[in-house]
Structure formats: C-alpha cells, structure tokens
C-alpha cells in the first residue's frame, strides 16, 4: 500500500537548503563541471564571455533558455552555462527551473523535488526558502515546483516580473530554463521580460524552418535575441593542446 509520501498527488516538501549543497554533480553532459578541460567546456565558457562583454557596466542581467522544439538539450546548455558564469570572480547565479510542464533541473542537478517557483509566485513559498545552493561555490538554483493548471498565466503574472526584479539584486545573473518557443507561450512571455534569449538549437536535427519560427515568435513578444548556442556537435577536442 502506497502512503501519501508516496503518492504522487502528495504536496512536495520544502526544501532543505543545505541538502542539496552536499549533492555531487555528477552527470558527464553537465561538461564544465565534469570535464572542465574538454573543448565544450571551453565553449560555453566563450558564450560566456560573449555575454559579459554585451554587458561591459557589469550590471545583473536575466537570461532565457529556449529552443524551437523538445529535446534539444535547453536544461544541459543552461546548467553549462550557469557553471562558465559561476567561475567568474565574485560572481552570483541563479538557474530557475521556468518549465513548469517538464521540469528537469533538479534531475539533472541530482537533487529531490521540492517546492519551488510556483510556490514562490503563489505567494506560499520566500525566496529565502526557494533558492537552494549548489556545491559549486556561487551558485544557486529555484526548482519548478508543482505544475500549476495554467502555468503560462502564473509565469505572465505581475509577481513574475516582481521576482525577476528582485532576483536582479542578489545576483549577477539570473538563468530561466524555459519550454521550447513552438508548443507553448511561455517562454516567449519570459523572453519578453528578460535582458536576453540565447536559442539553442540542436545540429543536425533542428529544421531551420523551425529555428527560423522560433527566432520571429521571440522577436513579435520585444526579445532581445543575443544568439543561438549549437549543440549535439561533435568537436575535436583540442583543448589544452599546442
């Protein structure tokens, strides 16, 4: 017999902050963390300093995640990049679960669910309970939560603009991890209120119909496109070489 701990209509926990900060990150995609020397690595840390150097004053910036469509590897690219950001000197970053259809970043960041930005947004969570550390050093995440009914509603909420803006003063840099642009409206809404969108696009499996879809949707809701990050490429890894 299953219990209501069990069950999965029971509510999710709040989350312990220091749990997840004794977590490994473990997965071999997450390469930054895993392979720091690979030439991946290298290259989410070149998108990151393309991003700083779009932002010469240094002032905290909010950044969405998307993709034209499912599976092509948003949550990995967005951790990636969050790690390359982390490793800056000083630096403050936050990654938000904004999925509120698929979550993944507490899997792949190998922690519990817990309660998290629906919560947050439905005024029963603080920020303070929300944001849970990581074991890198500067580094921070706010899971998903519960799946609300209509998440797009809860993400276009004013208090989703509040929350950004509060965010904004306690971290250098905000990523929200978002639904792919061509199912559902809500990471064009999110883009709309963000700094910057960086696409991601998968090689070889995205048609650029799709791509070309995605960037207009973006640009119809006042994105500020900043590029797309390629991944499923297979790169010679030259790193460290001379």
Known sequence: MSTNQDSPLAPLPIADPEASRRVPITREDLVVVSDPASQQSEQFRALRNSIAALNPDGAPRTLVLTSALRGEGKTT?????????????????????????APAIEEHLGVARAQGLCELLGGRLSPDQAIRPTTLSGLSFIGAGAKPPKPSEVLASDRMRTLLRTLKQRFNYVLLDTPEVTTTSDASLLAGMADGVVLVVRMGRTPKSYVDQACRTLESMGANLLGTLLTGADLPNTAGRR
């Open 77 to 101: 690219a967005a951790l990636n990049l969050a790690f390359a950001l982390s490793e800056r000197p000083g630096a403050k970053v936050l990654v938000i679960d904004a999925n509120l259809h």
